[in-house]
């Protein structure tokens, strides 16, 4: 009997969540039930509208849309399963469901590094060199790019998640968390786990640290060359295009490298949870806002749209 008890440990895992305080259970729940509500409406206007207005069918809109639909998906990975089981009693998640949870949470977080990459490289190409601009990020290179984005992650999370899930748990299946994601599954292990933590670190130094790299190089360049624009609207509309991109880039990498890029050792309790909800909640709410509230494009196509339905 014991080693049938002992599988069937092995088999499912208990995410002990945010708090274990009833009342705190249900002000959180409400909390990120309107976060979540703000998600999805923010994120799927932006879309909504980048289809329906022909000003905004230009490559910068369409990696933005690209980014909507992703933040969607990549919200709707953990938010409904976390305000499930903050109302639930029994938080038990089966084996399949942690891996599943945590390959696609992986494979989106990673689609969304490489998108954020690629909206950089854009403004790079739009504000260092306007002349080619069409011709460098034309239809197909845009439609290639958007397509390698999405892939890259899903590829890429394959061995990533089968190492996690192959490390030896000796029975330990309490998840101090949330969701199931990497690090967490990784700290149920027992023995040497050194070397696992090592791979981790090396992938989040790929991963985060290459990307990081490439946009901070870029947007150097675009500093300087929008420093020689002679016009100051001209500066200011591209200071504004490019702040509201690194306001992203910040909240997600830095969330995503405190998680991902420190030793386990020097976890505090609960502090990963603290991150996470940062680039998996936060993140995705917060971007359509940043994108919308600073970009006078947005803007006229939002009273467009508004007008538009008035008359109809």
């Known amino acids: 009997d014991m080693p049938r008890m002992n599988n069937t440990v092995k088999m499912e895992f208990i995410l002990l969540g945010l708090s274990s ?10 909390v990120f039930l309107l976060v979540y509500m703000f998600t999805l409406i923010g994120n799927i206007s932006i879309i909504t509208l980048i289809l329906s207005d022909v000003s905004l069918h230009t490559p910068m809109y369409f990696f933005l849309g690209n980014l909507s639909f992703l933040d969607l998906c990549y919200s709707s990975s953990t938010v409904p399963r976390m305000l499930k089981d903050l109302m639930s009693v029994n938080k038990t998640i089966s084996y399949a469901e942690c891996a599943t949870q945590m390959y696609i949470s992986l494979s989106l977080g990673e689609n969304e590094c490489v998108l954020l990459v690629i909206m950089a490289y854009d403004r790079y190409v739009a504000i260092c060199y306007p002349l080619h601009y ?16 999405w892939m890259c992650g899903f590829l890429h999370s394959i061995p990533h998640v089968s190492l996690t899930l192959s490390v030896d748990r000796c ?26 933590e090592f791979i981790i670190f090396v992938v989040g130094v790929i991963v985060l640290m290459a990307p990081i790299t490439f946009i901070v190089t870029s947007y150097v360049q675009i500093i300087v060359s929008i420093l020689k624009i002679a016009s100051s609207s001209g500066q200011q509309k ?9 306001m992203v880039v910040t909240i997600f990498y830095g969330s995503a490298m405190a998680a991902y890029m420190k030793p386990r050792s020097s976890s505090l309790p609960g502090t990963d949870k603290v991150i996470a909800i940062f680039y998996f909640i936060v993140t995705p709410m917060v971007n359509p806002m940043i994108y ?5 494009d947005v803007k006229a196509a939002f009273l467009k749209f508004r007008i538009g339905n008035l008359f109809r």
């Open 171 to 196: 029975g330990n299946n309490k998840i101090n968390h949330f969701m199931c994601e990497v690090p967490e599954i990784l700290s149920l292990g027992c023995g040497n786990i050194l070397i696992m």
């Open 21 to 30: 305080q009833p009342r705190t259970q249900v002000f959180l729940f409400f």
């Open 238 to 246: 591209a200071f504004s295009t490019c702040g509201s991109h690194m």
């Open 292 to 296: 919308a509230l600073r970009n006078n």
């Open 134 to 149: 069409t011709t460098i990020m034309s239809k197909k290179v845009c439609a290639r790019l958007a397509i390698g984005t």
